[in-house]
C-alpha cells in the first residue's frame, strides 16, 4: 500500500547530539510536511517542501533543518536538541493540482526524547 | 487568531452512547476545506473526512456522521453507538484556497475517552 513511513519510531538521543529524523512516501506527493507535536497539543508547522522549494514557519528555530533529496524522501535534522524538543515528529504528505484535494497524508511519526 | 476552535477538551461516555463533537472555524475565504482526523494512542493522524466550503451536504460513514453549516461557521462531528476504538484525539482543521500548498490550521483537539 502507498503510505507516509517514518523511521524511527523512537529515537532517544542526548542533550546537544545531533539527531536526524526520516520520512519517505510512496505517493508521489508534491508537499512534504514537518509537524511538531507535544503533548496535549495540537501538531504545530515546522515547515513544508513545495516540490524542492523550502518554505519554513517563521517561528521555528534555526536549531531545526530538512533537506529533501529527491521527491520520496525528506529529513527533519536537529543540530542540537534541547530538552524542550521532546516531542513526536510528524511527517506529512499532500498533493496540488486541479483536481487535488489538499488531503495532508501522515506517517506514524517518531517520538524523540532527549536525555 | 485562532482560526479553528474545539471547545470541548476531553469528552467521556460509555460504550454504545454517542458523542458529538464541536469545530467552529474562522476565515474570509470563500473557497476553503474542513478536515477531521483521529489521532489514536499509536501517534498517527488518519485522515476522516475533507468538505470544501461549497458543499454543505452532511455526510455518514458507517458510525461517523458530519454536520457542516456555514451559517454558524461550524463542522460538526458525531460517532454513533461509540465504541473503545473510537477513544482517540479528534482534530478538526481548516485549508484556506488563498494557501495554494495546503497549510493545515489545527483546532487544539478532542480528546474522546471511550469506556466499556
Known amino acids: 500500500d502507498a503510505m507516509v513511513i517514518q523511521n524511527p519510531r523512537y529515537q532517544v538521543t542526548q542533550f546537544g547530539k545531533p539527531v536526524t529524523l526520516s520520512c519517505s512516501q510512496t505517493?508521489?506527493?508534491?508537499?512534504m510536511y514537518w509537524y511538531q507535536q507535544k503533548s496535549s497539543q495540537a501538531p504545530k508547522l515546522l515547515f513544508h517542501?513545495?516540490?524542492?522549494?523550502?518554505?519554513n514557519e517563521a517561528d521555528t528555530p534555526d536549531n531545526f533543518q530538512s533537506r529533501r533529496p529527491n521527491t520520496s524522501f525528506c529529513f527533519l535534522d536537529i543540530r542540537s536538541p534541547g530538552l524542550g524538543d521532546a516531542a513526536m515528529y510528524l511527517c506529512a504528505t499532500s498533493t496540488t493540482g486541479r483536481k487535488a484535494k489538499n488531503i495532508q497524508y501522515f506517517g506514524a511519526g517518531t517520538r524523540l526524547s532527549v536525555l | 487568531a485562532q482560526k479553528v476552535t474545539q471547545a470541548q477538551t476531553e469528552i467521556s461516555v460509555v460504550e454504545k452512547e454517542d458523542v458529538t463533537l464541536d469545530c467552529v472555524y474562522e476565515?474570509?475565504?470563500?473557497?476553503?476545506?474542513l478536515f477531521w482526523y483521529k489521532q489514536p494512542p499509536s501517534g498517527e493522524l488518519v485522515f476522516l473526512i475533507r468538505r470544501n466550503s461549497f458543499d454543505e451536504q452532511n455526510e455518514i460513514s458507517g458510525r461517523y456522521s458530519w454536520n457542516f453549516q456555514k451559517s454558524t461557521s461550524s463542522f460538526n462531528f458525531t460517532i454513533t453507538a461509540s465504541q473503545v476504538v473510537d477513544s482517540a484525539v479528534y482534530f478538526c482543521a481548516l485549508s484556506e484556497a488563498t494557501d495554494s500548498w495546503g497549510k493545515l490550521q489545527f483546532g487544539a483537539g478532542t480528546q474522546v475517552v471511550v469506556t466499556p
Open positions: 505517493l508521489n506527493h508534491n508537499v
Open positions: 517542501y513545495y516540490d524542492k522549494d523550502f518554505n
Open positions: 476565515t474570509r475565504d470563500t473557497t476553503y476545506y
